[in-house]
Each structure stands twice: as C-alpha cells, then as structure tokens.
C-alpha cells in the first residue's frame, strides 16, 4: 500500500492549490481517504474525509466552505482543492486511509499514511 501527496508549495494569502493523493494498493471504493495536517510544534489536525461507498464528504470547521475534496477512481487518486489559503494553513499536509468507519479526523481510525507535501502561505 502507497499514498503519495504532491501538489504543494509556496502560495500568497488568499491564493488556492491543488494537493493530490496517488493510492495504490487499496482500493478507494474499500477505504475512506483522509486529509490531514500538521504545523510545528501541533498536533496532526484531521481536515477532510471521502467516505468509500457513498462519496461522502466531511470537513472540520476550520476549513469548510474553502477546501472541497473529491475523488477520481479512474486515476485511483484523492483531491484536496484548497481555496482562499491564510497563513495559519501553512503545514505539512498528509493523506491517509481507513478501511473501517470510525471518526474520520481520528489518526488512529486510520492504517496507511503518505509521507506529506509541505504548504507555506505567505501573508
């Protein structure tokens, strides 16, 4: 099983990027995938999650209404569309993914995890 993140970089206040989450191994109509993040010296904070069967969609309050996470199962790859960007969301960015249905921003719930795409938001 990989996941690999990529689509990171420098962006300015308010800008949007794209990161992207490549599974092999797993299949996405099997495991919920998961987007997380984690600043310096913070705990790893759970933003967004698509659900296997049903495509459901779920996002923590801090980034709802500016990130949408979607889903190509032809490219077996994840999607993170991240708009409006503040300098507080500057982390190291990871995708992860579940096979069972417990809490989808619970690290724990989750088996296989990437290695992280760096964001940096300049203010």
């Known amino acids: 099983v990989q996941l690999v993140e990529s689509g990171g970089g420098l962006v300015q206040a308010g800008g949007s990027l794209r990161l992207s989450c490549a599974v092999s191994?797993?299949?996405?109509?099997?495991?919920?995938i998961g987007w997380f993040r984690q600043a310096p010296g913070k705990e790893r904070e759970g933003l967004s999650c698509?659900?296997?069967?049903?495509?459901?969609?779920n996002y923590a309050d801090s980034v709802r209404g500016r990130f949408t996470i979607s889903r190509d199962n032809a490219k077996n790859t994840v999607y993170l569309q991240m708009n409006s960007l503040k300098p507080e969301d500057t982390a190291v960015y990871f995708c992860?993914?579940?096979?069972?249905?417990?809490?989808?921003?619970?690290?724990?719930?989750?088996?296989?995890w990437g290695q992280g795409t760096q964001v940096t938001v300049s203010s």
């Open positions: 698509i659900t296997a069967q049903d495509r459901r969609e």
């Open positions: 992860a993914a579940s096979g069972n249905s417990g809490s989808p921003f619970y690290t724990s719930n989750y088996d296989y």
């Open positions: 191994g797993v299949s996405l109509d099997a495991n919920n």
